[in-house]
């Protein structure tokens, strides 16, 4: 049971010119990978979110599914989005309290003035970093679960695959091969990784 990552992502953006979301702060637990592929493990780590958010419309909460993994994303009107990115162990009751949690705790810190810098991890927030270590053990999060537990009920879920909110014909492994935001590094890691159907042990 592991929570892999949390992300507070900007959707909407002042700049027009953006047209992709930006992670105020994407912090990813590289904790039991070496040191050589932990950068790799981040920027993959990082594009998959900014694709899965992309995909997500505004008010909606959505469990999509990629590699043995769920990454729930939370789409709020403010502009901001939440995500965790966890194994399918990990339950999905706690994964939605605690990205509740982060952006209710970030919106209140920053009170509505968001960065609009189109750089990742413009708007460092310290709690999301803290969460990320605390509720790798869902038992730590039963107070926030039962505060949320009314609101989640009356939320519905949507539930589906990375592929399968893609364009149609897209693929993700085709985003990254794709993608400017990643090294080479990053895509023959991300390729070998996924030959060997470990995918970065995460994604």
Known sequence: MKIHALALTRWKHEDESIKDPVHLHCGVDVSQLSFFQRGTVKEIMA?????????????????????????????????????????????????FAVVTKVLDDFWEECGGKVSQDKADNCMLFPPLEKALQEYQDPAQADKITKIQKDLEETKQVLYNTIDAVLARGEKLDDLIDKSDSLSMQSKRFYKTAKKHNQCCTMM
Do not use: M, S
């Open 47 to 95: 594009l998959v979110v900014r694709t899965c958010v992309a995909k997500t419309n505004p008010g909606d909460y959505q469990r999509l599914e990629h590699e043995g993994n769920y990454i729930y994303i939370i789409c709020r009107h403010t502009g901001i989005a939440g995500v965790c990115v966890a194994d399918t162990e990990y339950p999905q009751r706690v994964a």
